[in-house]
């Protein structure tokens, strides 16, 4: 099977423990993207509340897959027509995941929980399988952020056929790491793109907080590991490239 899509991804303000604010944004982020032919949208990690590593602030703002709280959320999703890979925080019998999902005009059609979880995100639970979803005939999975990091993360998803890897991200960083890192992000990922031959596309978030900044980067990586596009450091914003297969 052979064909094309429009791939995209967001970098958006670093917005914690406000749902409307984040749904805003990707509403917003879908209306450039649709009039473009964009099939396949992806946000940052745990966009929806926020990237809380307080257990307690966590719980509070998690979703459960199957909650009417959820539905609403999918209910209000249901125009957009690109398919969306959007970063949360869930909560399943009572334990906390850091979760991807994929949706379809306002149907749940997937959800990866990170499997590599950072000291910091011990309130986490690691996930143990690669799903893999469709947009268009398109398949893909997803690694969240550190996943990348692990070749095993990658080749699980390439060996269930998938054309891209999508990686919702959050580095929002100390300044000085943010430094060191900026450019090193995207040398790891370049590395995942060509052992497996798939596409990668990244979503990171900006601006400054708690001492912290996120300067992105938000990039779409070709299987040779070029770098075709890429949102400026330090800037909101959307990168998009066409995909042949």
């Not at 450039?32 to 257990?55: D, I, K, R, S």
């Not at 969306?84 to 995941?97: A, C, F, K, T």
């Not at 997803?142 to 890897?165: H, L, P």
Request: with cysteine.
């Amino acid at each position: 099977m052979s064909g094309s899509i429009k791939v995209a991804a967001c970098q958006t303000p670093d917005i914690r423990e406000d749902l409307d604010a984040a749904l805003h944004w990707i509403e917003h982020c879908a209306a450039q993207a649709a009039p473009g032919g964009v099939n396949l949208l992806c946000f940052p990690e745990c966009f929806l509340q926020g990237y809380l590593l307080e257990e307690t602030v966590a719980r509070r703002h998690a979703l459960d897959l199957c909650s009417p709280e959820f539905a609403a959320v999918l209910e209000r999703l249901s125009d957009i027509t690109p398919t969306l890979v959007i970063g949360l925080i869930e909560v399943s019998e009572g334990r906390l995941h850091n979760t991807a999902v994929s949706i379809g005009r306002g149907r749940l059609i997937g959800a990866y929980r990170k499997t590599h979880l950072l000291a910091a995100e011990r309130l986490f639970q690691p996930g143990h399988a690669y799903p893999v979803s469709e947009a268009e005939g398109f398949r893909f999975g997803i690694n969240i952020c550190y996943d990348t990091n692990f070749t095993e993360a990658a080749i699980a998803v390439a060996r269930q056929g998938a054309r891209a890897i999508l990686c919702p991200a959050n580095n929002m960083l100390p300044y000085t790491a943010a430094e060191l890192w900026k450019d090193r992000h995207n040398e790891v990922r370049r590395q995942r793109a060509m052992e497996t031959g798939l596409w990668l596309i990244s979503a990171d978030v900006t601006g400054q907080r708690d001492g912290c900044i996120g300067l992105g980067p938000t990039a779409i990586i070709d299987p040779e590991g070029r770098i075709v596009g890429q949102v400026p450091l330090h800037k909101t914003g959307m990168v998009a490239a066409e995909i042949s297969w």
